[in-house]
């Protein structure tokens, strides 16, 4: 993990003398100087206050239970404090120690920004108090993540112990914190035959979080259609506007849109995994999906299936009015843009790598030696990206997959709207 403070020098040189100190007004990152925030200063992440809101997104009792969605949200103050973006010459490759990464430092956080992190976790532990789920909380409190996006969760939650659910690892993960907001759903495969399995372990899955100050923006969540697990999202209230263009007064209210000629400028958050090529075993993605099309006597390529289905989605919400960020395990290298590319497909859907337009590709997979990306972040053009980069291998837990981060200005993504205080009143959650 790259550490957030200046390394200290050692007590004495041979001589005996003291060592000198070094500068504290600037530290040098490979060449390029920039100023080290001062102690006084707030922190990014320090302002906000909100209490707990969540949506269950697994049923840690019994896969039959409905849960209750919980949401108690309290006035919140703008960010305040944090420190200049440091951006590297383009193109730029980094290495502190032994890790390399690439794009701008990610130890920089900025008032106007959100932070989103797109990130395979090759696998969650059942046990939510398990080393791994520690620093992947630690992940998201030291990176003042605002929107998690997990790929290859690789869990059944129906079969998760009580307690140990993904909301309770968000309750775990923002109790010491200041902000205690989160709004979450996961995404797992709901048709698979589970009665010989005697492990929670099930290949795929995705879950999108919103955390925080962003937590007060949710308006909604969902899933793929098909029940595969193939992605979640989560929509962020944004400004109302009319349909033939100009902004109308903000409001919360419910209204019937389509009547009154309305559409809201909203942004749509989207974690997806797609299967990779066929493997060995009857338990890999591929093989689940394949296997329900089959059930569904639908002849598709289950990868071609993946990509129209997801697109379908995209170019809906694009209708509606809506901005969105894709993050996503590919399985595909996305910087190819022949016509049958995901990164072709998706450019018809209005959506951009969003990290590619700045600095130049990486390796996401550690089996990979030339240096092709097969994770992204896609973005559409409403959504102004301030900074972003590939994180290190291994930077902060055990992957075999680099984690992705950019950040963005939320307020200009969603039409400059400002949330209203709200209270959400607790619905059930049919899983």
Request: glycine share 8%.
């Amino acid at each position: 993990m790259v550490p957030n403070t200046v390394t200290q020098p050692k007590k004495a040189t041979k001589q005996g003398k003291p060592p000198k100190q070094p500068d504290k007004k600037a530290r040098t990152s490979t060449g390029v100087q920039f100023q080290e925030p001062s102690s006084a200063q707030p922190s990014a992440a320090s302002a906000v206050q909100v209490d707990t809101s969540h949506m269950e997104g697994d049923n840690t009792t019994a896969a039959s239970q409905d849960e209750s969605q919980t949401s108690s949200l309290t006035a919140s103050t703008p960010r305040g404090g944090g420190s200049p973006f440091f951006s590297p010459p383009p193109g730029k490759a980094h290495s502190d120690g032994a890790r390399d990464w690439s794009g701008d430092d990610h130890r920089r956080h900025s008032s106007l920004a959100t932070r989103i992190c797109f990130q395979n976790v090759n696998g969650l532990p059942e046990n939510g108090n398990d080393f791994k789920q520690q620093q992947i909380n630690s992940w998201l409190k030291e990176e003042r993540v605002g929107i998690a996006l997990l790929a290859e969760a690789k869990t059944f939650w129906p079969s998760i112990n009580e307690g140990h659910g993904w909301s309770d690892r968000l309750r775990q993960a923002t109790m010491k914190s200041e902000q205690k907001g989160f709004y979450s759903l996961v995404a797992y495969n709901r048709h698979q035959d589970r009665s010989a399995a005697t492990l929670a372990v099930q290949w795929g899955g995705c879950i999108a979080t919103v955390l925080n100050q962003v937590a007060h923006r949710a308006k909604e969540a969902g899933r793929d259609p098909t029940g595969l697990g193939q992605w979640a999202y989560v929509r962020l209230q944004g400004r109302k506007l009319k349909a033939h263009g100009g902004n109308v007064q903000d409001s919360l209210v419910e209204v019937n849109d389509l009547v009154c000629g309305l559409i809201s400028k909203d942004l749509v958050v989207v974690s997806a995994h797609r299967p990779n090529k066929q493997g060995l075993g009857g338990s890999t993605v591929w093989a689940q999906h394949r296997l329900h099309f089959h059930a569904v006597n639908r002849k598709v390529s289950p990868r071609k299936a993946f990509v129209d289905n997801l697109c379908k989605q995209i170019t809906k919400w694009h209708d509606e009015g809506c901005e969105g960020v894709l993050g996503i395990d590919a399985n595909e290298d996305v910087t190819v843009n022949a016509p049958q590319s995901i990164r072709h497909r998706f450019r018809a859907c209005g959506l951009e790598e969003a990290i590619l337009k700045h600095h130049p590709p990486q390796a996401t997979h550690q089996r990979n030696q030339r240096n092709i990306p097969i994770d992204g972040i896609f973005t559409t053009s409403g959504v102004p990206i301030l900074a972003g980069r590939y994180y290190a291998f291994d930077e902060f837990f055990d992957c075999d997959h680099r984690g992705l981060w950019i950040d963005i200005d939320l307020s200009t993504s969603l039409g400059n709207f400002q949330p209203q205080k709200s209270n959400f009143k607790p619905r059930k959650l049919s899983l």
